[in-house]
């Protein structure tokens, strides 16, 4: 199993730019999250799917963060406009209702300037 | 809200022992351990259940009071290999997102 997929690793773009974070689930696993990493706040949940349904949108930060899961196998996390305050770690994680254990894939360092 | 890790960070000697503690002040489901070494993503190491049983696996291991909502992590005759920061992640209800903890991070020194 290849694991938790993401991509890209590092990402640097400027301030106002659009940024695409893309995260391959392992495959049977019907839940999928999605949470940012930073000194400050630690690891904060953004959102969390199950069968590609968004369940828990809380933690999205604004109306610049949108996720999508259009399949069982594909997810994106849009940024747009991005701001210096974005700047993280974004992690997706997947897991099944048999292992409830979460699988994180290896997350997308994203620096904005 | 955040569980809360006690301590924050804890420098041990290869062969000492450890504890890490995890409350929170809401009705806990589940409680899930991470272990994320630096420039990694975090590992899952155990997931303890409402009702359900201490568990453990070789030299780490961990409980769940439910009456005091907190969860405790050992690790035993510790390892270099156990270096890192530990994260607990709690769910409430039938939820089946975390919320994480500010971790702890562990230092095992030869």
């Known amino acids: 199993d290849a694991g938790v997929i993401q991509s890209p690793r590092h990402e640097v773009t400027e301030m106002g730019q659009e940024v695409t974070l893309r995260c391959k689930p392992i495959?049977?696993?019907?839940?999928l999250f999605w949470y940012r990493q930073t000194m400050m706040r630690g690891l904060e949940l953004l959102i969390y799917f199950n069968n590609n349904v968004p369940i828990d949108d809380s933690g999205m930060p604004e109306d610049r963060f949108s996720a999508k899961m259009p399949n069982a196998s594909f997810s994106t996390l849009k940024i747009q406009p991005s701001e210096p305050r974005d700047s993280a770690v974004y992690f997706c994680?997947?897991?099944?209702?048999?292992?409830?254990?979460?699988?994180f894939g290896s997350g997308t360092r994203l620096t904005v300037v | 809200q955040q569980p809360v890790q006690s301590p924050q960070a804890v420098i041990l000697r290869e062969g000492e022992d450890a504890v890490i503690n995890c409350s929170s002040s809401k009705a806990l489901y589940s409680v899930h351990w991470y272990r994320q070494k630096h420039g990694e993503a975090p590992v899952f190491l155990m997931i303890?259940?409402?009702?359900?049983e201490q568990k453990g696996h070789e030299k780490i291991s961990a409980s769940f009071n439910e009456k005091k909502q907190q969860s405790s992590l050992y690790l035993t005759a510790s390892q270099l290999s156990y270096s890192g920061t530990y994260f607990c992640g709690a769910s409430s209800g039938s939820a089946r997102q975390l919320t994480f903890g500010s971790g702890t991070q562990l230092t095992v020194l030869p």
């Open positions: 495959s049977g696993h019907n839940s």
């Open positions: 994680a997947s897991s099944s209702e048999m292992n409830y254990g979460y699988t």
């Open positions: 303890l259940l409402k009702g359900g």
